[in-house]
């Protein structure tokens, strides 16, 4: 039974082009949490999913960030004119149902560095 | 909202030595996560206590949640190379808004041969 799945793992981006990290969740698991995880900062909540639907969101930067999680294929966290600021680790997370008491499983996380 | 606080921030021990890692919250938990980084890698989870008084073990390490639920205690008991990393402790907050998880910041260990 894979994992959680993120690609790509390492990714450069110039600034203003756009980032699009993907999020395969463990098999059978219809939750997807995406967080980040700045420089010398820790991990921080970003935004949570259930199939086609986004339930919060409030990790969000207002701005250029969004994700999906349609009903087939992975979730996207998709950043447009990235800035150096967006440099970071973003880790997908998934869980059989919602966290109270579910085990979360986290990806191996994509490294974007905004250049 | 809630926040947890990690102690040590950075602990540097000697191979076969025990040690324990902290974690306060400072509201009660309702569920509380331990996960292991490597640096560069994804989190591993270790365990997951929702009990007041609860007490899980996995291999030489073994956590802890208080009566009160508001601290949790990871131990690892003859330490070895691959112990080293950061581990984190995340928590459920169901009254404060957000529906992931809160983390502290972490705590670096370092095993010394």
């Known amino acids: 039974n894979a994992g959680v799945m993120q690609n790509p793992r390492h990714l450069v981006r110039r600034r203003g082009q756009e980032a699009r990290l993907r999020c395969s969740p463990m098999k059978g698991h219809s939750h997807v949490y995406w967080y980040r995880q700045l420089p010398e900062e820790g991990l921080k909540f970003m935004v949570y999913?259930?199939?086609?639907?986004?339930?919060?969101e409030s990790g969000m930067p207002k701005e250029r960030f969004s994700a999906e999680f349609p009903k087939e294929g992975p979730s996207i966290l998709r950043i447009q004119q990235v800035v150096r600021g967006d440099s970071a680790a973003y880790f997908c997370?998934?869980?059989?149902?919602?966290?109270?008491?579910?085990?979360?499983?986290f990806g191996e996380g994509s490294w974007l560095t905004v250049v | 909202s809630q926040e947890l606080e990690q102690s040590p921030q950075s602990l540097i021990v000697q191979e076969g030595k025990n040690l324990t890692i902290n974690c306060t919250s400072s509201?009660?938990?309702?569920?509380l996560y331990w996960y292991k980084q490597k640096y560069g890698e994804g989190l591993i989870f270790l365990m997951m206590l929702q009990k007041g008084g609860e007490e899980k073990s996995h291999e030489k390490i073994t956590a802890k949640l208080d009566e009160k639920k508001q601290q949790s205690s990871l131990h690892i008991t003859a330490s070895q190379p691959s112990h080293a990393g950061i581990y984190l402790c995340?928590?459920?907050?169901?009254?404060?808004?957000?529906?992931?998880?809160?983390f502290g910041k972490g705590t670096h260990l370092i095993i010394q041969p």
């Open positions: 999913l259930q199939k086609e639907n986004i339930i919060d």
């Open positions: 509201k009660t938990l309702y569920g």
């Open positions: 995340g928590a459920d907050d169901p009254g404060g808004g957000a529906d992931g998880l809160t």
């Open positions: 997370a998934s869980s059989l149902q919602g966290e109270n008491g579910n085990t979360i499983y």
